[in-house]
């Protein structure tokens, strides 16, 4: 029966594990987006600028 619980112990700490890995995924996405816009607005300037 110990061992089961002990089973379930690891089991779970490997979800958390897992779930930490998420938390710093999401993290990340808002200096993705960021990222992502500023890339966008350059190009858009850069077509507005050859269109003048």
């Not at 938390?23 to 500023?38: A, G, K, L, N, Q």
Request: proline share 2%; net charge negative.
């Amino acid at each position: 029966f110990r061992s089961e619980i002990d089973e379930l112990r690891s089991e779970i700490d490997e979800f958390r594990g897992e779930i930490d890995g998420f938390r710093s995924e999401i993290d990340d996405f808002p200096v993705e987006i960021h990222e992502f816009s500023v890339k966008e607005v350059t190009r858009s300037e850069e077509r507005l600028k050859k269109l003048l």
